[in-house]
């Protein structure tokens, strides 16, 4: 079989870009020449303005052609000693392959969304692939994003979109013109800001948080959910927590039917929260929105207005714990009279209460501070302005929600230029992480290059010393031996070792890692790169 043949058996699938030639074993030519034309892929800008930093791409030429007649060489010697492949000029990257509401249309966020309970199979299907090794997915009504650790970022995303299109039905056209993509860093930073709640539609919203955390318990013992990806998700949740805690940033309403709650708890004395008589006239959409920010602030009974019950008892069905009593529109004025605050949000394009109206109805006790509030968030206003020229009563409209959406909106804003701050030390913290696991394999590898040696040293000693010695004086020898090691090993592992708190001592330890492969031979970076395609390789053969 040529050489040619036996590359392709044993990378199928791999999809090599660079091409492998071997010198010749013909007598007329002693040598080949490579000439390495390396030309820097430019990245694609993300749509959130940051540069994917991608590797040069090399196109090797060689005058040297492949001898089917020259011995079969495998693959793998083949890929260690080309020095034009790119496996051993790149470093496994992390990648985000993502759609989210702010690029993807909601129908094509649709047929991407993976139930949580096919999370499992999709990492599985994802770390079948040949370049990835570990994977995780994001898939809310929001966002569907894939994170992995990919052998080649080139080749990763191309195999991860033709997985999504595949899964999907989506064309590889269509999810290439609404995808994004980042890479390390840049990944890294979008998923602490996810966390965080800042690319959320509502800032700092705290949904998202959860479901980041729902990633991690879900990924637990799935093979593919590796060190780097855990990892990166595990600080993710630090980060999202530690933005909340610092910046407070999910305080304040930015919606209408929020405001409308936070101002009416705002203007009752906060000891009759609990106890406040509760009425919301409408239940469209507005209505309810109204009813589940009550909800959330702790109401448990209320009287809910409508033209028809239906839309009452389905939201009646949604929220179980919640005593809600229905009335007819034709008792507004009756149970408006035994409530100490009413909202308004109906389609009426005449005022509902007017002066004439609310003047007649019994005054609220002190203890929910003197005054009935209504509380309108009509448009055209369904409580009249002149309302408020009563003693008893109070009428904030939507203009004045909207001052207290904006106010809290420039807050968030605020907040979140805290926050990006918490995230870019934390970015920081993590990167150092990851780099310093660079070195695990070096240490590892010198470790057991110092037992073989200590091992074969002490097999010598003992044989030597015959086969009449006691077990106390075989272990007192063994013991010497591990502590002369041990101790020998010591300097070299505390270089090491760092906690990358300092980019300085991370890159001395870097520096000491590919002396110490230098020095003792430990070829770490190739024999990882071995282990990696050997894997890659049988996976396809099966």
């Excluded at 599985?124 to 370049?131: D, I, M, R, V």
């Excluded at 959320?200 to 955390?213: M, P």
């Amino acid at each position: 079989m040529s050489v040619s043949s036996s590359l392709a058996t044993s990378f199928t699938g791999a999809k090599l870009e660079t091409h492998l030639f071997l010198n010749s074993v013909s007598s007329s030519r002693s040598s080949s020449q490579y000439r390495i034309f390396c030309k820097p892929s430019r990245g694609r800008r993300s749509l959130f303005q940051r540069a994917a930093s991608l590797n040069p791409r090399c196109e090797v030429a060689s005058e040297a052609v492949v001898d089917t007649r020259s011995s079969s060489v495998s693959a793998l010697e083949q890929l260690k000693t080309s020095a034009a492949d790119r496996y051993t000029k790149e470093r496994s990257s992390i990648v985000v392959i993502g759609l989210s509401i702010h690029t993807t249309p909601v129908d094509m966020r649709e047929k991407l969304a993976i139930p949580e309970a096919e999370w499992p199979r999709a990492i599985g299907e994802l770390c079948n692939l040949n370049h990835i090794e570990e994977a995780a997915v994001l898939s809310t009504c929001n966002r569907m994003e894939i994170y992995v650790v990919a052998l080649s970022q080139h080749r990763g995303v191309k195999e991860v979109t033709e997985w999504m299109s595949k899964t999907s039905g989506v064309p590889v056209s269509e999810l290439c013109h609404h995808r994004f993509l980042l890479y390390n860093k840049d990944a890294t930073q979008h998923l602490f800001e996810v966390s965080a709640g800042l690319d959320s539609l509502v800032l700092g919203e705290g949904q998202i948080l959860a479901q980041v955390k729902q990633v991690v318990k879900v990924g637990q013992g799935v093979v593919g959910f590796g060190r780097n990806i855990s990892g990166l998700f595990k600080h993710a949740i630090t980060v999202g927590k530690r933005v909340r805690t610092e910046t407070n940033i999910a305080a304040g309403a930015v919606s209408v039917s929020s405001a409308a709650v936070e101002l009416a708890l705002m203007k009752l004395p906060e000891s009759s929260h609990a106890a406040a008589r509760m009425l919301v006239i409408g239940a469209g959409k507005m209505g309810k929105l109204v009813i589940k920010h009550l909800v959330a602030k702790g109401c448990r009974k209320m009287v809910v207005m409508n033209r028809s019950e239906e839309r009452v008892a389905a939201i009646r069905e949604e929220m179980t714990d919640v005593e809600i009593i229905y009335r007819p529109l034709t008792e507004m004025l009756s149970c408006a009279a035994e409530a100490d605050v009413v909202f308004t949000s109906t389609a009426s394009e005449t005022p509902l209460f007017l002066k004439e109206h609310a003047k007649d109805l019994p005054a609220v006790g002190q203890d929910v501070g003197g005054l009935r509030l209504f509380v309108d968030i009509s448009v055209p206003r369904n409580v009249g302005a002149c309302v408020s020229e009563l003693e008893t009563a109070r009428v904030y409209n939507v203009d004045d929600l909207k001052e207290v959406v904006a106010a809290n909106k420039e807050d968030r804003l605020r907040k979140a230029m805290e926050a990006q701050a918490i995230i870019m030390e934390e970015s920081k913290q993590f990167e150092a992480w990851r780099d310093s696991l660079e070195t695990v394999p070096t240490i590892k590898k010198l470790r057991a290059y110092a037992e073989r040696i200590r091992v074969a040293e002490l097999e010598k000693c003992l044989s030597k010393m015959g086969d009449d010695i006691s077990k106390k004086t075989r272990r007192a020898v063994d013991d010497l031996s591990r502590g002369i090691v041990n101790k020998l090993l010591h300097g070299p592992m505390q270089h090491l070792r760092c906690d990358g708190s300092d980019s300085r001592t991370l890159s001395e330890t870097l520096e000491n890692m590919h002396a110490l492969n230098r020095m003792f031979s430990l070829e770490t970076d190739i024999s990882l790169l071995e282990e990696k395609i050997r894997a890659k390789v049988e996976q396809a053969q099966k």
